[in-house]
């Protein structure tokens, strides 16, 4: 329900969406084409959000290039964003989704998308 929330606020703004339910298929899209941020929710199957971010941080030790991940987590207990942070995300957003934190979070590491 998040990513469906997530998804249409972002699209609403006129950013450009991709969604991939599981770690892997997270690390598949990467692969496939390049992305401005990755929103990373830490429960997902198969790969959870945080084996995702270590996998993609590996590459980059190769590539010598980072990708921005936010934490997508319903986590909000003391701790958890520090737990986050050590996992290599470099920001944190809690769940359920709200508008304009989502919308605050996104531009801090993207360029505002332009008007079609």
Known sequence: MNQLVARAILEKAGHRVAVAGTGQKALKLLEAQPFDLVLMDVQMPEMDGFEATAAIREIEKRTGEHMIIVAMTAHVMTG?????????????????????????????????????
């Open 80 to 116: 958890d964003r520090e737990r986050c942070i050590n996992a290599g995300v470099d920001n944190y957003i809690t769940k359920p989704v709200r508008s304009q934190l989502l919308l605050d979070m996104v531009a801090q590491y993207c360029v505002k998308p332009s008007a079609v």
